[in-house]
């Protein structure tokens, strides 16, 4: 029926599903894992989130004082137990990565490097002294830590790493430098990997340590409000008990970086889901040829498929965060989850960025801030590339990546 020349909307039955939850995915969450997402989500939200776009604009980061908040809100090295740490599921602490990394994935990347790598690093193979001295000043944000693998000419292959300890009486002396490390330059203790005569070990080095030094790398297109630094080591001289006793090959470091990618299977799942909830909540409003947006075909299309993404993505993290709660998680499981939900996050935040067509490319909206970290994302922690050639020897048994 036609109303002063304009198609009348008819009524539609009110959809049973919730946009916004659609599989109910909730409902599978315990009281306990809901309140901490619920705290998590809210203060996420409410105190960081106005914040970000100057930071990202700026390439700044104000790692000390998110540190010391995200400490408060007990979230660094929560999976952790003892040493004022809070002892939480995996479950509870993916689902906090998702409401970080629904905000920006820079400040995800702060919680995941000081929780999952260094605390992480010091918890699983530190000394009782190193994890006394450390982890409690980290849990609460007063202490920052980095973890230093990658080199310049070492990324995808850490095995190829050329920096070295060599022992020196009752020290260590170290020589090299280490490329692309988050939290860099603000951290008081920079958990570093290096070459030794007995193979891959890992060390704790102080900041103000003589010939350790921290330079910041600017000019990043991608997780703008996150500090990523170069680290060089220029015969650092440290204690033989700055050595961390219980790591004894490329396996430890390796072992960390499970901690972390499993984070990020659920904030990528997070990121992805602010880009659809914006975009959702964009098409309503916007009207395009005499009506919104969201009611053109074209774009009911994009959202089903983002949709898909968007739930498929929480389902795959909650399950994934469920096997590790029961100790049956395998790196090649979390691989399958890392590469899954970082392609799945960066098709939706591209998606979503078109549907706000021109304030799609403004920092006003949070889509394209977020497709350009994600490109980060799907890099770090273990290309795309790299994750598809792990679950490839998982399925064929055969290592196809040297
Ligand atoms: P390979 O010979 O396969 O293994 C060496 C030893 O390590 C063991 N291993 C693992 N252990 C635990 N977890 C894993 N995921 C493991 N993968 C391997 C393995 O069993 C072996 O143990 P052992 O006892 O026999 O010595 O090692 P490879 O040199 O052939 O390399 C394998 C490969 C390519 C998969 C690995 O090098 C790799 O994962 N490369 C990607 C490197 C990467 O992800 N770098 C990330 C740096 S940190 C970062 O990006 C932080 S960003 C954080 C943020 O800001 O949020
Ligand atoms: P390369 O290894 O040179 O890879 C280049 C390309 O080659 C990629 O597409 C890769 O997938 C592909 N490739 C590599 N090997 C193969 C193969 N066998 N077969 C097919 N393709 C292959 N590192 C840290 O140690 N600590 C940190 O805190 C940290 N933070 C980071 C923060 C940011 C913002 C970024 C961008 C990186 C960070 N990294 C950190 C480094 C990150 O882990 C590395 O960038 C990543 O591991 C890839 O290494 P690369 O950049 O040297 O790429």
Redesign the pocket.
């Known amino acids: 029926m036609r109303q002063n020349g304009r198609m009348a909307i008819t009524s539609v039955r009110k959809p049973k599903a919730n946009p916004l939850d659609f599989l109910e995915i909730d409902s599978r969450l315990s009281d306990e894992e809901r309140l901490i997402r619920d705290n998590v989500r809210a203060y996420a939200q409410e105190k960081i989130l106005p914040r970000v776009p100057d930071w990202f604009e700026q390439g700044t980061f104000d790692s000390r004082g998110v540190a010391r908040e995200m400490g408060q809100l007990e979230v660094l090295g929560m999976h952790l137990s003892g040493y004022g740490c809070a002892g939480a599921s995996a479950v509870s602490y993916g689902l906090t990565c998702m409401e970080l990394e629904a905000v920006d994935s820079g400040l995800r ?1 702060l919680v995941s ?1 000081q929780g999952s ?1 260094a605390m992480f690093a010091i918890w699983q193979y530190g000394s009782d002294e190193q994890k006394e001295r450390w982890l409690p000043g980290m849990a609460s944000g007063e202490l920052i830590g ?5 080199e310049a000419d070492a ?3 850490p095995a190829a790493m050329r920096t070295r300890a060599r022992r020196d009486g009752d020290d260590w002396v170290i020589n090299g430098s ?1 490329l ?4 860099g330059s603000v951290a008081d203790v920079a958990v570093i990997w290096a070459q030794t005569d007995d193979g891959i070990r890992g060390f704790l080095v102080e900041k103000e340590t003589p010939g350790f030094s921290a330079i910041d790398i600017h000019g ?1 297109l ?2 703008r409000a ?1 500090v ?1 630094s170069e680290l060089v080591l220029d015969d650092v001289r440290v204690p033989a008990a700055s050595q961390l006793p219980e790591a004894s090959s490329l396996g430890a470091p390796l072992s960390c970086l499970n901690e972390a990618r499993f984070g990020i299977i659920f904030g990528a799942a997070g990121a992805a889901r602010a880009c659809f909830e914006e975009a959702l909540s964009y098409s309503g409003e916007r009207e395009v040829f005499d009506k919104p947006l969201s009611g053109f075909q074209l774009t009911q299309q994009k959202f089903v498929e983002m949709a898909l993404e968007v739930n498929k993505a929480s389902l795959l993290a909650l399950h994934l965060g469920r096997m590790k709660d029961e100790g049956t998680l395998a790196p090649e499981h979390v691989s399958f989850g890392k590469l899954s939900n970082t392609v799945a996050a960066i098709g939706v935040a591209r998606t979503a960025r078109t549907i706000l067509g021109a304030n799609g490319v403004s920092l006003e909206y949070p889509v394209m801030r977020h497709a350009n970290n994600l490109e ?1 994302v799907l ?8 994750h598809t ?1 792990v679950v490839g020897a998982a399925l064929t048994g055969q290592q196809a ?2």
């Not at 980095?146 to 990658?150: A, E, V, W």
């Not at 692309?180 to 939290?183: L, S």
């Not at 890099?379 to 790299?386: K, L, P, Q």
Request: charged share 20%.
């Open positions: 990347s490097v790598l980095c973890f230093g693998l990658t990324g995808s292959d280490k692309w490390i988050t939290n990043k991608s997780l996150s990523t980060s890099t770090y922690e273990g290309t795309a590339e790299i050639l990546y040297r």
